[in-house]
């Protein structure tokens, strides 16, 4: 079955520089979630999207910022990075259909900041 | 603000034995939804098993099965017949059951199985 599809898997950007990650939903979910998680630490949520529009916004830094298009893929852009901007970005998608209160995960992109 | 707790940081148990991990939960919501995710050392996030609160019988995925106390918000993961490929770190997880409502997890636990 399709899963969630993330890229890059990884990226190295020096402190002051921009990333962008992409995240492509399972087929036919409409609704996109994307998670931090630093070292030794639990997900966080960031912001969530549901039919293109902005669903829920969690400790997401003013330098991030976030959409989904028309073909539900989203995308993750980070500006004036830092240091502590280093983890494992997961987006997650789900459906309206049945189990929809079930969120599948991507494989995750790890940002490294030097 | 719905909290969750795992209280264990690190749990062991032998190859073919039983295991319980455990969760507890804050919520002032009476509809909501539980997870067990599962995080291997590639730290892809693999979904165990959920649960709907309002249904009073506990979910089960072949050796996986929980234990659900709505009164007492406590949400446990039984891992029967432990398989080596069962090491990993497990977060418990909430969901409210507003539509897109995120997740919030709890601390995970680190499961070691042993020879």
């Known amino acids: 079955a399709a899963g969630v599809i993330q890229s890059p898997r990884h990226l190295i950007k020096e402190k002051r520089e921009t990333a962008t990650l992409k995240c492509y939903p399972i087929p036919r979910h409409d609704t996109v979630y994307w998670y931090q998680q630093g070292p030794g630490q639990d997900p966080q949520f960031l912001i969530s999207?549901?039919?293109?529009?902005?669903?829920d916004k969690g400790s997401i830094p003013d330098r991030f910022s976030a959409q989904q298009f028309s073909d539900y893929h989203s995308e993750l852009n980070m500006s004036s990075l830092e240091l502590g901007d280093s983890a494992l970005y997961f987006c997650a998608s789900s459906s309206r259909g049945p189990a929809s209160d079930t969120q599948y995960f991507g494989p995750g992109t790890r940002l490294t900041v030097l | 603000a719905q909290t969750v707790t795992q209280s264990q940081p690190e749990m062991s148990v032998q190859e073919a034995e039983t295991v319980t991990l455990s969760c507890t939960y804050d919520?002032?919501?009476?509809?909501?939804?539980l997870f067990w995710y599962k995080q291997p050392p590639s730290r892809q996030m693999i979904l165990v098993i959920r649960?709907?609160?309002?249904?009073?019988q506990n979910a089960t995925e072949n050796r996986f099965s929980v234990n659900f106390q709505k009164a007492a918000k406590s949400f446990s993961l039984k891992i029967s017949d432990s398989q080596l490929g069962d090491a990993a770190m497990y977060f418990c997880?909430?969901?409210?059951?507003?539509?897109?409502?995120?997740?919030?997890f709890g601390t995970g636990t680190r499961l070691q199985v042993t020879l």
């Open positions: 919520t002032s919501e009476s509809d909501y939804y």
């Open positions: 649960q709907e609160a309002y249904k009073q």
């Open positions: 999207f549901y039919e293109k529009m902005q669903s």
């Open positions: 997880a909430y969901r409210s059951a507003s539509p897109a409502s995120k997740l919030t």
